[in-house]
C-alpha cells in the first residue's frame, strides 16, 4: 500500500547546526498563551487536590445535581459533588496517561527506527510490514475492543495506545535516521570504526532528537484525544473517577439542570489538547526550519 | 508488465485476502483474549448450568482445537453466517444490517460537512497566507484536531439543542426530510473533527503549489486567479487529501462510534459500544469484521482514485 505520502514529508535539518544558525522568529503569543494553560493543567495534575475547594469525591445526596451557585461555581452533578473540584482534580489522570503512551511508543520506535535505518535488514523489513498492517487499522475503535473484551481498565487502555502509536512514530523516526545515514558525520565514524551501537545512540540519535521531541507533543495531545474517548464510553478509567472523559459520560444526561457539568470537562479535554497541539506544531516548525 | 487497472485493481485484491485472513484470526481470537472460560463468555446473562454449558461448547465446537474451531467458525462467515447476539439471540447479521444504513447516511453527511468546509477553508488560508484570516483558519483547525467528536457533540447539544431549541436533542426523526434535521447536529460534530485534519492537508498542499512557477506563469499569462485555482492549482493539491483519504475515513469511523453514543443514535458505533459493555462476543466479532473489510476494500479503492487522478503516478509503483 502507499502509504509514505500520509507521513508529514517536511524537511528534516541536515543537521542541528543548520538549524540553529536561522535565528528563530519570535514566539508567537498563541504558544505563550497555551504554554500558560499547559502549565496551569499540570500544577492542578500534581496539586489537584490541595486546590479544589472540595474533596472531589464528597457526596451531598440531598443536593443532587445543581446549576452554578456560589457555593459551587460550576453547580454539582447528580451525587452532589462539586463540578469544578472534580475538573481540576481529573487533571492527573488526563495528563499521566498520555505522558506514559506518548514516551512509551517513542521509547520503542526509537529503537526500532534506529536498527531499521541504520542496520536495515530483515528485522527492517519484518518490523515496516508491522507498521504497514497497523497502518491500515483504525486504531481508536481496536483500542475500544480490546479494552472493552479484555478489561483491566486504564492501564490496559495505556499499553493499547503504546503499542498503537508505536507504528506511526517507528516510521517517523526511521526516515529521519535515513536521511541521516549518508551524511559525512556518519561515514567518518563508520570510517573510524566506532561500534554500531554508538553511532546509532551516540551520533544519529542527538540529531534526530529535536525532531522526536516535536512528533512526542503531537502524540501527547492525540493520546489524550483517546483517553478521553474511551473514558467517555465507560472504557478505562473505573467509575467514579475524577477524569474528565468520564465526567461527560456520566453527566450529558443533565444538560438541562447543570449543563456546566459536561461542558466543563469537555472545555478542559478541548482546550488542553488544543494548546498542547499548538505548542508541538511550534514546536514541529522551528525544528524543521529550513 | 501488464500496467491496466483492471489487472491492477485484481493484484490488489489477492494481496488482500492474506491481510483479510489474518485479520479474521485476530478476530476470532477475541474469545479466547476474553479473561474466564470462553464457554461462559458465550453464555452471557443466560442461566449457567452443566447443561447449558456443554450445549454452548457443542455449538461453537469449544472441545476442538483451535484452529479447528477457527476453520469451522470462518467457514460460516463465508456463507455469511456470523452466529447470534448472547443477548437476545438475534442474528449478528440482521442486527448489523438493521443499523448499517444510519451508519452510512452520518459518514456521508459527516464527510460532506469536513470537506465541505475544510477544502475551502484551506484552500482561501492558503490564499491569505501570513495573515489574520489564515491564522484563524489555522487557530479552527487546530481545535478541530483536538477537540474528540464527544466534547463537540455535547458542545452543539447545549448550544442549539438545549440554548437555542434550534435541533432536537435525542432520536434519528421518520422520513427522510426530519432524519436529514436529526442528524444535522450529529454531522456537524463527526464532521468537525475530521475537517481539522483536511483544513491542515489542504492549505499546506495549497501554499507549496502556489509556489510553483506554472502559477507565475499562469498569473503572468493574465489568467484569473480563479481560473489558476480551479483549472491548474486544486487537481495538484488536492492530491495530498486523497492520499490522506484513508487517514480520513479511520477519523470518520472513530468518530461516527463516539457521535453515536453522544446523541443515542442507534447505529452501528453505538452498537458496538452495546456490545463491547455486554461483552457480547458474536457481535464485536461481526462488527470488527465487516469494519476490517471495509477499511482494506477502501484502502484499495483510494489508491485506484489516487492513480486515476494523478496519471503521474503508474500503477508499477504503487506496490502493495
Redesign the interface.
Known amino acids: 500500500m502507499k502509504l509514505e505520502e500520509t507521513v508529514p514529508s517536511a524537511s528534516i535539518p541536515s543537521s542541528i547546526g543548520e538549524a540553529a544558525l536561522v535565528r528563530p522568529r519570535r514566539t508567537p503569543v498563541t504558544v505563550w498563551i497555551a504554554m500558560a494553560f499547559v502549565a496551569m493543567a499540570i500544577v492542578c495534575a500534581a496539586f489537584g487536590r490541595q486546590i479544589a475547594p472540595y474533596p472531589p469525591n464528597e457526596q451531598d445526596l440531598l443536593l443532587g445535581d445543581s446549576p452554578p451557585s456560589a457555593e459551587h461555581w460550576a453547580g454539582t452533578d447528580l451525587l452532589g459533588r462539586d463540578v469544578l473540584s472534580r475538573t481540576i482534580v481529573g487533571a492527573r489522570t488526563a495528563l499521566v496517561g498520555p505522558a506514559v503512551v506518548a514516551a512509551g511508543a517513542f521509547a520503542i520506535a526509537t529503537i526500532l527506527g534506529l536498527w531499521g535505518g541504520y542496520v536495515g535488514g530483515a528485522t527492517d523489513s519484518l518490523v515496516m510490514r508491522w507498521v504497514d498492517f497497523m497502518f491500515a487499522l483504525p486504531g481508536p475503535l481496536i483500542a475500544i475492543v480490546i479494552v472493552g473484551v479484555v478489561g483491566g481498565g486504564f492501564w490496559t487502555a495505556v499499553a493499547v495506545l503504546v503499542v498503537l502509536f508505536t507504528a506511526p512514530d517507528t516510521r517517523i523516526v526511521r526516515s529521519a535516521v535515513l536521511e541521516q545515514r549518508p551524511l559525512p558525520y556518519i561515514e567518518a565514524a563508520r570510517t573510524l570504526g566506532i561500534p554500531r551501537r554508538r553511532i546509532m545512540f551516540r551520533h544519529i540519535f542527538p540529531n534526530i532528537l529535536p525532531l522526536i521531541a516535536a512528533y512526542v507533543v503531537l502524540d501527547f495531545a492525540f493520546a489524550l484525544v483517546s483517553l478521553a474517548a474511551l473514558s467517555f464510553l465507560g472504557l478505562g478509567v473505573p467509575p467514579g473517577t475524577p477524569d474528565w472523559g468520564r465526567m461527560l459520560f456520566e453527566n450529558r444526561t443533565i444538560l438541562l439542570t447543570n449543563p456546566m457539568a459536561a461542558l466543563l470537562p469537555a472545555a478542559a479535554i478541548v482546550v488542553t489538547a488544543a494548546c498542547i497541539n499548538i505548542i508541538g506544531d511550534w514546536t514541529y516548525e522551528r525544528m524543521s526550519a529550513r | 508488465m501488464n500496467r491496466s487497472l483492471p489487472s491492477y485493481v485484481l493484484r490488489r485484491l489477492l494481496v488482500a485476502i492474506p491481510?483479510l485472513l489474518?485479520i479474521s484470526l485476530g478476530v476470532f481470537a477475541?474469545v479466547n483474549?476474553?479473561?474466564g472460560d470462553p464457554a461462559r463468555s458465550l453464555l452471557g446473562s443466560r442461566q449457567s448450568s452443566p447443561e447449558t454449558l456443554a450445549a454452548i461448547r457443542e455449538q461453537y465446537h469449544l472441545d476442538e482445537p483451535f484452529v479447528v474451531q477457527y476453520l469451522i467458525w470462518l467457514r460460516q462467515v463465508f456463507v455469511w453466517d456470523l452466529g447470534r447476539s448472547i443477548q437476545g439471540s438475534e442474528l449478528v447479521t440482521t442486527m448489523i444490517l438493521q443499523r448499517l444504513p444510519l451508519t452510512i447516511f452520518l459518514g456521508l453527511y459527516g464527510s460532506l460537512v469536513a470537506l465541505g468546509l475544510g477544502i475551502p477553508l484551506g484552500i482561501l488560508a492558503a490564499y491569505r497566507h501570513g495573515s489574520e484570516v489564515d491564522?484563524g483558519v489555522v487557530?479552527l483547525g487546530?481545535?478541530g484536531?483536538?477537540?474528540?467528536a464527544?466534547?463537540?457533540g455535547?458542545?452543539l447539544?447545549?448550544v442549539f439543542g438545549?440554548y437555542l431549541g434550534w435541533f432536537p436533542i435525542f432520536g434519528q426523526g421518520e422520513g427522510p426530510l426530519d432524519q436529514v434535521w436529526h442528524l444535522t447536529l450529529p454531522a456537524i460534530a463527526l464532521g468537525f473533527t475530521v475537517m481539522g485534519l483536511v483544513i491542515k492537508i489542504t492549505r499546506?498542499s495549497m501554499i507549496e503549489e502556489l509556489q510553483k512557477d506554472y502559477v507565475a506563469f499562469a498569473r503572468a499569462r493574465g489568467l484569473t486567479s480563479r481560473r489558476i485555482t480551479t483549472s491548474y492549482v486544486l487537481r495538484n493539491a488536492l492530491i495530498?487529501v486523497v492520499?490522506?483519504a484513508?487517514?480520513i475515513v479511520?477519523g470518520l469511523?472513530?468518530g461516527a462510534?463516539?457521535v453515536e453514543?453522544?446523541f443515542g443514535l442507534p447505529g452501528l458505533g453505538s452498537l458496538?459500544?452495546t456490545s463491547?459493555?455486554q461483552?457480547d462476543?458474536p457481535v464485536?466479532q461481526g462488527i470488527?469484521l465487516i469494519?476490517?473489510i471495509f477499511?482494506?476494500l477502501m484502502?484499495i479503492g483510494i489508491?485506484v482514485l489516487?492513480t486515476l487522478i494523478d496519471p503521474r503516478i503508474r500503477f508499477g509503483r504503487?506496490?502493495?
Open positions: 491481510l489474518l477475541l483474549l476474553a479473561p491564522r487557530t487546530v481545535i484536531v483536538s477537540a474528540p464527544f466534547a463537540t455535547i458542545f447539544l447545549y438545549v499546506a495530498p492520499t490522506a484513508g487517514l479511520v469511523l472513530t462510534v463516539l453514543v453522544t458496538l459500544v463491547v459493555t461483552r462476543l464485536i470488527v469494519l476490517a477499511i482494506v484502502h489508491d489516487y504503487v506496490e502493495a
